[in-house]
């Protein structure tokens, strides 16, 4: 039965249990590069979500960063643990952050040729009402 039943790749086998018990997971807030849930259940047990498994997505359980494991080829699954909790997906791609960064340089030789320019033509404007005087 697949509503009870998921397939994870055993690369990820050490970020899943077996199911304990049955809890309740609810979708507190939703953007697109971030989900709030919040969990209650009496056992750890392992969760599966309806989204999208990709390497980017960070799990974090009560603020800690806990592993993403990959469930039924495509889903997520992370391995809760017993208690009321607040579960995390936050989208942070590295590609991101280095594009960000080649951006803030390319922005920062930008501005220093510009003040590079503007410096040379004062000189030469200066130097211009001197020839002329």
Avoid: C
């Amino acid at each position: 039965d697949p509503r009870f039943t998921a397939v994870v790749d055993k690369r990820f086998s050490n970020a899943v249990s077996e199911p304990q018990s049955v809890g309740t997971i609810s979708l507190e807030s939703y953007a697109p590069n971030k989900l709030v849930y919040k969990s209650s259940n009496a056992g750890a047990g392992t969760a599966v979500f309806s989204e999208i498994y990709y390497p980017s997505w960070r799990a974090y359980i009560d603020g800690e960063q806990v592993e993403i494991a990959r469930a039924n080829y495509v889903l997520r699954a992370l391995n809760v643990p017993a208690g009321n909790h607040t579960i995390a997906f936050v989208f942070d791609p590295i590609s991101l952050h280095r594009t960000e960064t080649i951006a803030n340089i390319a922005n920062i030789i930008l501005l220093l040729g510009l003040i590079l320019s503007g410096a040379i033509g004062v000189k030469r404007l200066q130097k211009m009402k001197k020839t002329m005087k």
